[in-house]
């Protein structure tokens, strides 16, 4: 347990470190968008029975967290191999589960953390226009929804760094495939306003029920009822870690 | 009970371009406890593979490594608390300074509070007044002293020291074989590999020899050299002249003078020369 315990201070300890380019950096990207679509583009923006700006801070919300979990294990492992330190990973009395967990929690502070300053700054922008506060009306799913997101898109990374022979390999991944799904997955659009054709292609995109359901945290309605896209997040969650105890056997903690 | 024995270790490399690479072909022996022990052989001898799998960095395609009598590959956990590290290649951990590194490293092994070890390590490594640097801002020099620090953090009773004074100056390479020399003293068992034979000679006492994946040799280091070697004999006789001449282990100096038909009495100064471990290791890897 100490060990785990350990690795978990250290992949937290890490991104700490860099605070401006881990936390800082995603939050400036989400103010950007909170001003150009949320208060600018937003007010052009007919929603039914909501605020465009209100449905707009729980998507960038998770999108924050999905990316920033993504990068905190794939970045720190992929470094990793580059300076050499992936084979301590590999030499020391850690199990391979102690290892998928403490570097996925450690995902889960990284993109908590940027999830709640993109909630800071979207008050501010909420307040400023509505002279209210955005409460979310139900906290419980929220942590849910954040843990959740945290752990898989943790678990997620890993799995990309483990398997990238090349920092291009990695780039890759996000690029063409967390990139699209995050914006495809309702984001700054809700999927029913979609024709019934691309809702359909929405509702396969596994990223659609963590924004969903996390809108739904935060709102009270969203998309899709809250239960299946808990339900499916807790299905992807378990695929996830089957996967990534799969992948850390068969992988060589080896350097580039 | 041995502190590592080799048993029956092959390792197949499988390959999509070409056909299957033998790195190990069934080598077999033991390091016994608080020995340090030469692994020797050519690059690409299958020293580092070896290594690998003593370490579970890699798995053996078949046969064992057994660690004070635990096999690696059934009880890791436990074999990997008894084992440290040195690799070849120096490990840099960018985001953390050297006391850090050692503290999480500690921490891996599940030792929460071990700063007496920490400071005491940075003080005998000379490091103490660049623990708060990162690995970047040390000289090649402390970067190899950090690594010994890292290995020997969670008081290890088994050493592997791949290579660790490839590239390194003299005065580095003195003080790591004198501090190899403390560790042996305080009853850890150390495998090293390395090029440097004259080194190995004056520091370990048993070596084996490895190339192409087979082991040639396993035995005591001054062993091989009176087998393998010859002694060089060098003599001037009271009227002036050199003989040089060789001798083989079993044969004795007064047979040999008696056959060149050179009496006591006639010899004005004699220098014998030993064998050395790299005319050993040499005739061990030509045969």
Request: charged share 15%; proline share 3%; with cysteine.
């Amino acid at each position: 347990m100490t060990g785990f315990i350990f690795l978990f201070k250290r992949e937290c300890h890490r991104f700490f470190k860099v605070l401006v380019q881990t936390v800082l950096t995603p939050v400036i990207s989400a103010s950007l968008y909170l001003l150009i679509f949320g208060v600018s583009l937003g007010q052009h923006v007919e929603l039914t029975g909501g605020r465009y700006l209100a449905f707009l801070i729980p998507g960038l919300m998770m999108m924050g967290l999905m990316n920033n979990a993504f990068q905190n294990s794939s970045s720190s492992l992929v470094s990793s191999k580059f300076t050499g330190d992936i084979e301590d990973l590999g030499i020391v009395p850690l199990s391979r589960s102690q290892i998928i967990w403490a570097m996925s929690l450690a995902s889960v502070v990284r993109g908590g953390m940027v999830a709640v300053t993109t909630l800071l700054v979207g008050e501010a922008f909420y307040i400023a226009k509505y002279g209210e506060l955005l409460l979310p009306e139900h906290p419980l799913w929220l942590i849910y929804f954040v843990i959740m997101g945290g752990l898989v898109f943790g678990q997620a990374g890993l799995m990309a760094a483990f398997w990238a022979k090349t920092f291009d390999q990695l780039s890759a991944i996000s690029t063409f495939v967390i990139l699209p799904l995050t914006y495809l997955g309702g984001v700054f659009i809700p999927i029913t306003q979609l024709p019934p054709f691309w809702q359909n292609i929405c509702l396969l995109n596994p990223l659609f029920y963590f924004i969903n359901g996390l809108r739904f945290s935060m709102l009270g309605s969203a998309d899709m009822e809250v239960l299946p896209s808990a339900l499916l997040v807790l299905v992807f969650c378990i695929l996830l870690n089957v996967f990534a105890h799969r992948v850390l056997t068969k992988v060589s903690f080896s350097r580039w | 009970m041995q502190a590592l024995s080799i048993e029956s270790l092959v390792k197949t490399y499988q390959t999509h371009s070409s056909s299957p690479v033998d790195a190990l072909k069934g080598i077999t022996f033991d390091v016994r406890p608080g020995e340090i022990f030469g692994l020797l052989g050519p690059n690409g001898a299958g020293k580092t593979t070896l290594i690998s799998i003593i370490t579970t960095l890699e798995k053996p395609t078949s046969g064992d490594v057994r660690v004070f009598g635990q096999s690696v590959t059934q009880n890791a956990k436990a074999t990997k608390t008894q084992i440290g590290v040195v690799p070849q290649e120096v490990v840099s951990s960018g985001f953390f300074n050297l006391e850090e590194i050692l503290k999480y490293h500690s921490g891996y092994y599940g030792i929460k509070e071990n700063s007496a070890r920490i400071q005491h390590l940075l003080q005998r490594l000379k490091l103490t007044e660049h623990k708060h640097k990162l690995m970047r801002q040390l000289s090649g020099g402390m970067k190899r002293r950090m690594m010994i620090a890292k290995a020997l953090v969670h008081s290890p009773k088994i050493l592997l020291l791949d290579e660790p004074t490839a590239g390194v100056d003299v005065e580095l390479r003195t003080q790591l074989w004198a501090f190899v020399r403390e560790l042996q003293k305080e009853g850890v068992s150390i495998v090293l590999t390395t090029h440097y034979l004259q080194e190995a000679e004056a520091l370990c006492d048993r070596v084996g020899i490895i190339n192409k994946g087979e082991l040639k040799y396993v035995g005591d280091t001054k062993e091989i050299i009176a087998q393998l070697t010859q002694k060089k004999v060098e003599l001037i006789t009271q009227d002036g002249r050199k003989v040089n001449f060789l001798l083989n282990k079993d044969e004795s100096l007064g047979k040999a003078l008696r056959e060149k038909g050179i009496s006591l009495d006639e010899v004005h100064n004699l220098i014998t020369t030993e064998g050395t471990l790299e005319e050993a290791f040499v005739k061990v890897l030509s045969t």
